[in-house]
């Protein structure tokens, strides 16, 4: 996953989820607030395969979970959850030297997305009652809910973050249904595994 979101320092490693997004939440920036610390937005966003170019287009309902550590610091969990579909060309997974992935997938393929990400917010201070325009990808939500001076751990050279995103499709068309993209650290520390692939041949 997804895509992650996104780019940041974690895009020069292909972390699911660019920036380059189209979306409407409908709600005039606010989120659907499940909870003091829980905000929840909905998105279209390109996805980017382990090469680093688009390979699918997702629809996601984000969740962001804010709680404070005690110490001026705040965990920020990213949730995703949703669906993609492919725009043809490299498959997501067909960077990896080993026998278990592909090399393309076919335009129009359908799928399920989901994954998360978790750092730590600093230099901020939290407001619960922020708005966020647009689609409130990471960094709008940082900016907005924490102010321009905050940090996210995820988008800096740090060991401070770690994501997981899963992508499966039932096509029984293709040759692999599963992509997984998973790691930890963000910039030059980021280590990043991906698994499987979503392909046609």
């Not at 920020?76 to 090399?103: E, L, M, Q, Y």
């Not at 917010?121 to 709008?140: L, M, R, Y």
Request: proline share 3%.
């Amino acid at each position: 996953m997804k895509r992650f979101v996104i780019l940041t320092a974690l895009a020069a490693a292909a972390l699911v989820l660019a920036a380059a997004a189209l979306a409407d939440p409908g709600d005039k920036g606010k989120g659907k607030k499940q909870g003091h610390n829980r905000f929840t937005f909905a998105l279209t966003t390109e996805d980017n395969g382990c090469h680093g170019t688009p390979w699918a287009n997702d629809k996601l309902t984000r969740t962001y979970v804010v709680h404070a550590n005690g110490n001026g610091t705040f965990r920020v969990t990213r949730r995703d959850k949703g669906t993609f579909t492919t725009i043809g060309g490299a498959s997501p997974g067909s960077c990896p030297n080993d026998k278990h992935h592909g090399a393309t997938v076919a335009a129009g393929v359908t799928g399920r997305s989901s994954g998360y990400l978790i750092g730590t917010v600093s230099g901020g201070t939290f407001n619960p009652k922020a708005t966020c325009a647009a689609a409130c990808f990471t960094s709008d939500f940082i900016t907005a809910f924490f102010g321009a001076g905050a940090t996210f751990s995820c988008t800096t050279n740090s060991t401070d973050c770690k994501f997981n995103y899963n992508y499966t499709a039932p096509s029984q068309q293709l040759r692999f249904r599963h992509w997984q993209d998973r790691g930890k650290g963000a910039g030059t520390m980021l280590k990043e595994v991906f698994s499987g692939d979503i392909a046609n041949s």
